[in-house]
């Protein structure tokens, strides 16, 4: 559910690595299509973001992306090892187009923008890179409550989020700052700072007001990795604690994923492996971990 949803980072949007990639804790049937998904997000991704393609042909590439989920809509099958399988995923689930359409659209504009004036523009671009994920993957679930797709798209907007917090530096060296201009300026922010890498007092105060509001939002879906039953609410919870416990390294750090850019390790997958199995209400849970009653944690 990312900008960009497998290795085991739930929070880091590259390559969508929040995306349950065939894991073993889906179910099997599941599987297969989720994997499906998979490989049309990550392709039209790297056309996008990888390689050194002038940005004329990125586009024209994306064009052609979304001209084969036009022939899908059309009752064709293209004959390509990406559209073909997900076709037949499309068809077998009913899933909805337009998500996909969302994310050539948020794929498209990372080609064409580079800068965010607010945090209006940032969460428009997250209902677009992001939330088509969650939303997904709920269609493959069969679940189509209102309700339950709201959670998500607060969740998935969250990771997006805390992506964008984590790699700061990363999407810097890319020419992109995801950052809202207008909230740098008012705590004296500047783009130099990110490229010194200099977390200074005002940088870790701006910091702390972006890891707060990630938080606030990832909160706001939780209540979903309660109400997704068996595998697929695992699956789920152990996505929202990932995401709680990257925000709980920032802030650590004070904002300085310059030189300590947070990554799980073992000791964090057992504990929220732990807790998924076993969860307490997800708002709680993630207030603990917050307060410092994670476990192993950095």
């Known amino acids: 559910m990312d900008k960009k949803p497998a290795r085991p980072n739930l929070v880091n949007a590259g390559h969508y690595e929040n995306f349950p990639v065939a894991s073993i804790l889906l179910p099997r049937r599941l599987r297969g299509p989720v994997r499906a998904i998979y490989a049309f997000a990550r392709a039209a991704d790297d056309l996008a973001d990888e390689g050194d393609a002038a940005p004329e042909a990125r586009l024209a590439g994306l064009r052609a992306f979304r001209e084969r989920l036009q022939a899908i809509e059309r009752g064709e099958t293209p004959g390509d090892p990406i559209f ?24 498209g504009q990372d080609v064409t923008k580079t800068r965010y004036a607010h945090f209006g523009e940032v969460m428009d671009y997250c209902r677009r890179s992001a939330n088509p994920i969650g939303r997904l993957m709920l269609a493959l679930f069969g679940d189509r409550d209102p309700r339950h797709q709201a959670w998500s798209d607060g969740i998935c907007s969250a990771l997006q989020l805390i992506n964008f917090l984590q790699d700061v530096a990363v999407d810097y060296a890319k020419g992109r700052v995801y950052l809202p201009e207008d909230e740098m300026a008012r705590f004296g922010v500047t783009e130099r700072q990110i490229a010194e890498g200099r977390t200074d007092a005002l940088w870790q105060l701006f910091m702390n007001s972006q890891i707060e509001r990630a938080r606030r939002i990832l909160a706001a879906g939780a209540p979903l990795g309660r109400a997704l039953k068996g595998r697929v609410g695992v699956e789920m919870r152990l996505i929202i604690l990932g995401g709680e416990r990257i925000l709980k390294q920032l802030h650590d750090s004070r904002g300085d994923m310059f030189r300590q850019r947070p990554s799980l390790g073992p000791a964090d997958w057992l504990y929220m492996l732990r807790r998924a199995l076993w969860p307490r209400n997800p708002a709680a849970a993630a207030r603990a971990c917050w307060q410092g009653g994670c476990g192993g944690g950095r």
């Open 84 to 107: 073909g399988p997900l076709a037949a995923v499309i068809r077998a689930h009913a899933l909805p187009l337009q998500p996909f359409h969302d994310l050539l659209d948020a794929f």
